[in-house]
């Protein structure tokens, strides 16, 4: 099996550029929503004095079991995978992504967890613990649990 092409300086600085730009147009058009309510329309997450639900707690432990390899610490993203709090996507395309693996077209390619217990099951709480990152309502590290 042979590898891709590397990408030349210039194409990954233009690469760069395009995701930036992307990421600032996404940001702009999707607004903000400072809602922290487990169960709303677009919240899957409950996190109250820094404490989070037994589903987000969940996400953190199950996230930093295999995820935080290639995406960073607490989501942030790494030389390896982009950061998933800093452009966060809807339920629908993280599953799909999760359980199928997606290919950035270059040197890298994320596989599916389809087939992984550990995994597959969990993808919704994986996604709490992230959108909770990426709302701030969680910081960096093991968060608290809320009391049951």
Known sequence: MSA??????SE????QHFILFAVIAYGSAA???SSQEFGSAHKFYRVADGK?????YNGYRRYHAGCNHCHGPD???SAFASSLVARPI???????VVLTGQSSGGNS????????????????????YLQARADGALGRGRPERLKP
């Open 109 to 128: 390619v994320m596989k599916g967890f389809a087939g992984d217990p550990n995994f597959a099951p969990y993808i919704d709480d994986i996604y709490a």
């Open 4 to 9: 891709a092409p590397a990408l030349r300086g």
């Open 31 to 33: 607004g903000s929503e």
């Open 90 to 96: 809807n339920i629908d395309t993280f599953r799909r």
């Open 12 to 15: 990954m600085r233009a690469l």
């Open 75 to 77: 989501g942030v993203g």
């Open 52 to 56: 989070a639900d037994a589903r987000t």
